[in-house]
């Protein structure tokens, strides 16, 4: 009598392949902050984690969903490291000056991951031509950070201004890091959040009558 098999339960399956599609995604990090999007190929991904091209398709089937994870995987974990420190401030004022600082502070941790969604930023596209990371995720980002800067006009903390322009030139200033840590990886971060800070708080501070 054939003797019957004992399969993976269910959970541990599950388990098992979330490990290795978070393996493959933290491969595909390091390879595209290492080599630029254009190199970081599907081969290249394999082997860093040392495995087969076809474990490789069989999670994801392609390099679009492998993008798209590590889109959602760094998004999700700047919210994580920022929201509560900006949330902990009572000012508008101390919630911009967190925000500023709490966003450097995440790209000096995150170093690699925040390299590669530049990379992917730059150079990733979609099927239909358009970038991966296109205006819209700029707007939802200077939406939150207009809210921000609205709430401090509205308390009197800060100065009368268009908070379109100034979301958007704190993001720029803030986005031009992890490119520039990439050219010079020793810079120190937190004098550059400092100094963000500062200037940031005197172009939006309510000047005193």
Not at 20 to 34: F, K, N, P, S
Not at 86 to 109: K, M, N, Q
Not at 172 to 198: C, F, S
């Amino acid at each position: 009598m054939r003797a019957k098999s004992n399969p993976i339960p269910t959970d541990n399956r599950s388990f098992a392949e979330a490990a290795r599609r978070a393996q493959i995604v933290d491969c595909a990090i390091d390879a595209i902050a290492e080599m630029g999007f254009a190199k970081a190929s599907v081969d290249q991904i394999a082997k860093l984690a040392g495995v087969s091209k076809g474990v490789i398709t069989y999670h994801f089937p392609k390099k679009q969903e492998i993008v798209d994870a590590i889109i959602e995987k760094v998004m999700a974990a700047g919210r994580a490291y920022m929201e509560p420190r900006i949330l902990a401030e009572t000012s508008a004022a101390g919630r911009l000056r967190v925000y500023i600082e709490s966003d450097l502070a995440f790209i000096g941790a995150y170093r690699k991951p925040l390299i590669a969604l530049v990379e992917i930023a730059m150079n990733a596209r979609r099927d239909d031509g358009g970038l991966v990371i296109g205006p819209d995720s700029l707007a939802q980002r200077a939406a939150s950070l207009e809210e921000l800067l609205r709430a401090g006009q509205r308390s009197g903390e800060f100065r009368r201004f268009n908070t379109r322009v100034m979301a958007l030139t704190i993001i720029q200033a803030i986005d031009g890091v992890p490119p520039l840590l990439a050219r010079e990886p020793n810079r120190d971060l937190k004098l550059h959040a400092k100094e963000l800070a500062t200037i940031f708080a005197l172009a939006t501070r309510r000047p005193s009558s």
